[in-house]
């Protein structure tokens, strides 16, 4: 069973529109979840953290977390042909005394249509 | 420049082959991990290290090992490479547990 689940896309938004990802997880007790950006052939880098239920907006992005329903989402407003990207979904584990684990969803492919 | 650095970037060995991939990260984090990228499969963690010392297994540890013997270094051993490891590796550094993580610039290892 996947830890972390994303619909795989691709989706395709024209400029301007607001692209909705969606991610949920299976372990109740996770704590952090995190949207990453990857640019084909780069590594991936942070867009958003969230660790409590309710949004959370930077900027373009809104990051939306309901614990309840272990479903964490990204909003990105007024979308751009830059924003065309692989965005993954990461939550953490509980820690344990060594540390604690990550799980990435498989990765939503978005492309914005100039 | 704050950075996590990895070596090389590129690499294309035979099966059993012992190999190291050096990960270094210049911010002081605590929490260093391995990850191995695949098609269809996603980022899955190979290890991880909350500080020196301290190391633990991932979801897919078998065929790897790592250590963490000063805080900036968490290199990735492959003692006998085998094909299934082909695949696109990266570091990641993080300031705390559980909290964002910054990642390498990606190794993409072949193993014939």
């Known amino acids: 069973q996947k830890e972390v689940e994303q619909n795989s896309g691709p989706l395709s938004v024209p400029e301007g529109a607001i692209a909705s990802l969606n991610c949920t997880y299976s372990?109740?007790?996770?704590?952090?979840f995190f949207w990453y950006r990857q640019y084909s052939g780069k590594s991936p880098e942070l867009i958003m953290s969230?660790?409590?239920?309710g949004d959370k907006e930077d900027g373009r992005f809104t990051a939306q977390l309901n614990k309840a329903s272990q479903y964490v989402s990204l909003l990105i407003r007024d979308s751009q042909p830059s924003d065309s990207a692989t965005y993954l979904c990461a939550v953490n584990s509980p820690p344990r005394p060594t540390g604690n684990q990550f799980y990435f969803g498989t990765g939503t492919s978005l492309t914005v249509i100039p | 420049e704050a950075q996590v650095t990895q070596n090389p970037r590129y690499l294309i060995t035979v099966t059993g082959k012992k190999l190291t991939v050096t990960c270094s990260q210049n911010m002081n984090h605590e929490y260093m991990s391995w990850y191995r990228q695949d098609p269809g499969l996603g980022l899955r963690q190979i290890y991880y290290s909350m500080n020196v010392e301290v190391t633990d297994k991932g979801d897919v540890p078998e065929g790897y090992k790592v250590s963490r013997k000063e805080k900036r270094n968490f290199p990735l051993i492959l003692e006998s490479p085998s094909p299934n490891q082909t695949s696109l590796y990266f570091c990641a550094s993080s300031p705390l547990l559980g909290n964002e993580q910054f990642f390498g610039p990606g190794t993409r290892l072949t193993v014939l």
């Open positions: 969230i660790y409590s239920n």
């Open positions: 372990d109740r007790v996770s704590q952090s």
